[in-house]
């Protein structure tokens, strides 16, 4: 007997592995894609690790995420939380005060209502922490390269039966063992760094397997599309550089490495 995922799609069985998507930054044409993949669709849960909507295509971004229903779990990012603070002017960013700006009072609430972390057991890995940048704070930053003492720092307080932590943040996917635990960035759905396409993790079965997948889609439909639909003024612009991944993982880790206290350094 088949049963229905909540977009009405027929599966034949729920397997007990988990889909993390993390900083889809409300790029919708990527997170579809990444929905259609057969490892998420028949995924007990979809992990949502923050920053969802800040980005060109909000509230259709919101209601994709919405249709995933009880599967979703939703944890709120530095960006979810700054497009509630209700001034969008100081929203971080161009697109990030425009988004805020479109998100009607009930949709604010809602993201106002999301854990900064939740935990939950995952088969074959034990409880596992979700975050969205650090288990302590949402725009905290740690890198793959961070140095072990920065670790210690920012894994402190957390349960010693948690020994996977997942978080976002950075865009840039990666798999580190420090401390005894396991820490896991399944990269950017919306906003890669590195090379196009949508990032994404999926954790268990199978003896607790970690895996990092990518997810390719069409680079050119997807800019036209946020251009047509997006009444973000610059959003042709916006398209080009994130969609189609016009910064490098290099360039993401010298500009986001003075913020785990190391001295800047010249992009590679």
Request: negative net charge; aromatic residues 6%; glycine residues 10%.
């Amino acid at each position: 007997m088949s049963i229905k995922l909540s977009d009405g799609a027929p599966v034949t069985h729920r397997t007990e592995a988990v889909a993390v998507l993390s900083d889809i930054h409300g790029v919708l044409p990527a997170l579809e894609a990444v929905l259609e993949e057969p490892d998420v669709r028949t995924a007990r849960h979809v992990v949502l690790t923050g920053d969802l909507l800040a980005g060109p295509l909000p509230r259709q971004t919101f209601e994709r995420l919405r249709a995933l229903g009880e599967r979703a779990v939703w944890i709120s990012g530095n960006a979810d939380r700054e497009l509630t603070a209700g001034r969008p002017d100081a929203a971080g960013d161009a697109v990030s005060a425009w988004a805020a700006g479109q998100l009607l009072p009930r949709e604010k609430d809602f993201l106002r209502s999301l854990p900064a972390t939740v935990t939950r057991e995952v088969a074959g890995l034990g409880p596992v922490l979700f975050c969205h940048a650090t288990p302590r704070d949402d725009e905290e930053m740690v890198l793959v390269d961070s140095r072990p003492e920065r670790w210690a720092e920012v894994l402190e307080g957390v349960p010693d039966i948690v020994r996977t932590v997942v978080c976002g943040h950075t865009h840039v996917p990666f798999v580190r063992f420090t401390h005894g635990r396991l820490v896991v960035n399944p990269g950017s759905v919306g906003m890669p760094y590195g090379r196009p396409g949508a990032h994404w993790a999926l954790l268990g079965p199978g003896g607790g397997a970690v895996t990092l997948r990518h997810t390719p889609f069409d680079h050119d439909a997807a800019c036209d599309r946020i251009a047509r639909e997006s009444g973000f003024p610059a959003a042709a612009e916006w398209a080009d550089t994130y969609v189609r991944a016009r910064h490098s993982a290099e360039e993401a880790l010298a500009a986001f490495g003075p913020g785990d206290g190391r001295p800047a350094r010249a992009a590679e």
